[in-house]
């Protein structure tokens, strides 16, 4: 909890809607600006000339300010301790505690990503478990949606209060099932993303 805190880390996967004015990756960046930024952030990322930049960093969809807090939450004892002793070899202000900079650093010395991704992948997983146990499956949505599509009532003049309400109640039903079903979309596509970098990230692991 101390190194979260002083990396100054923000776990945004966690915070309620009505605080993600932004969304969840925060204020939109240019791809250069981006690239930039990633670069940026492993600059000096090879204090023991070991851990190298990982050659898939160009295709991570995930924000790095992100995946440097779930390095963190998965660290095991034995990485704590590799950090707690790198950063006391390195620290450089006055005060003696290290920079969010250097904990990152550090952090990314001992652990690389495999830790952090396994546990990306393992959310991901337990959200979509909870978004099909309580309204079924994505196939399950889209045959739904199919099934509203061709049972459309036929138009008619003569437009009562009962026909505008079953009318109105119909489109809400209908955009209900679309939402959830895009809920389900998105956690598979990050699920897939999060899988593939997993598996790019035990190629290289040390």
Known sequence: MKLIEMQKAELRCLLPTSLLDRGFFGTSTSSGEDDDNKKKHFSSYSWSGQRKVPSYLQKNVFPQEFLSTLRTIAMQEHELEQVASLLGEVGSSE?????????????????????????????????????????????????????????????????????????????????????????????????????????LSAEEQI
Do not use: H
């Open 95 to 199: 005060d003696g505690e290290p920079s969010d900079a250097e904990i990152k650093s550090a952090i990314w010395e001992v652990c690389g990503d495999n830790g952090a991704l396994g546990l990306l992948v393992d959310l991901l997983r337990v959200k979509m478990a909870e978004l099909e146990e309580g309204t079924g499956t994505e196939a399950s949505d889209s045959q739904l949606l199919e099934k509203f599509d061709s049972n459309d009532p036929d138009d008619s003049s003569s437009a009562t209060v009962e026909s505008i309400e079953a009318t109105k109640s119909r489109v809400n039903r209908r955009s209900c099932i679309v939402y959830r079903r895009g809920q389900k979309q998105l956690t598979r596509m990050f699920l897939r993303e999060a899988e593939r970098l997993l598996e």
